[in-house]
């Protein structure tokens, strides 16, 4: 972006805003995204107004195509300029959260291509593949990284997660589902519970966790306490 900045640079909880003054009445926005301290993308966006007397619109901007900026910009921009850039600098840090997120957790495992390993050292690459790649199965998200489901397959049961993001400017979930449906094949499983429909559990001490730690955090304390949590579900279904 050309121009030379103006005296308006601030920093968020984890991301820079630089705003430039442009030829004429334009007006440049640069958001410097980080995560875990490192930086990642850079985004721009340009605000322009043919005179003091009309609104400001957004002419050009580097944003991902499945972020709402149109509606933000007509959400803000015309009533609070700040509030516009303040709420799209919130929108961006949030995607670029979620999205590492994921990327730190899954990125390694073999049953996903990933373009980029640009934001993890070779070392975290290998350990979260040695440690937990063979217990990824699928994996889905949205664009927005708003809606993830994996499976964990490593066990006696197969794991289903689901999470969604109700608001963009979300790091943590607001919805968490994790079922564990018991293989046909468990020692624990008698003939005649193979031969009738398997009926999943809810985990809910996942679910809790997901809702309140990151996700590299929540997936590392549902791998540990998952042989326990099985255990106990398959004694209460003896018992029953």
């Not at 442009?22 to 721009?44: K, N, S, V």
């Not at 972020?67 to 015309?78: A, G, M, Q």
Request: aromatic share 12%; glycine share 2%.
């Amino acid at each position: 972006m050309i121009g030379e900045p103006v005296m308006l640079v601030w920093a968020g909880v984890h991301c820079v805003t630089v705003i430039y003054c442009l030829d004429g009445a334009r007006i440049g926005i640069q958001y410097e995204t980080f995560f875990a301290g490192e930086p990642c993308e850079i985004y721009h966006c340009v605000l322009e107004s043919k005179s003091f007397l009309e609104k400001m619109t957004v002419t050009e901007h580097t944003l991902p195509f499945f972020l709402p900026i149109r509606e933000v910009e007509t959400d803000h921009l015309s009533s609070n300029a700040i509030r516009f850039i303040d709420h799209l600098e919130e929108i961006l840090q949030s995607y670029i959260d979620r999205r590492e997120q994921v990327s730190i957790r899954f990125r390694s495992c073999s049953q996903i291509s990933w373009t980029s390993l640009r934001y993890l050292s070779l070392f975290r690459v290998r350990l979260i593949k040695e440690l937990y790649g063979n217990q990824i199965g699928e994996l889905f998200y949205s664009l927005p990284y708003t809606l993830i489901e994996f499976t964990l397959e490593d066990f006696e049961c197969k794991v289903t997660v689901s999470i969604r993001y109700s608001d963009l400017i979300l790091t943590l979930p607001s919805q968490a589902r994790v079922l564990a449906w018991p293989l046909r094949s468990a020692k624990r499983i008698s003939a005649a519970d193979r031969r009738a429909q398997p009926v999943p559990s809810r985990l809910s001490y996942a679910e809790n966790a997901l809702k309140t730690l990151s996700l590299p955090e929540a997936y590392a304390e549902i791998v540990l306490e998952l042989p326990r949590a099985l255990k106990q579900m398959f004694y209460s279904q003896e018992s029953d």
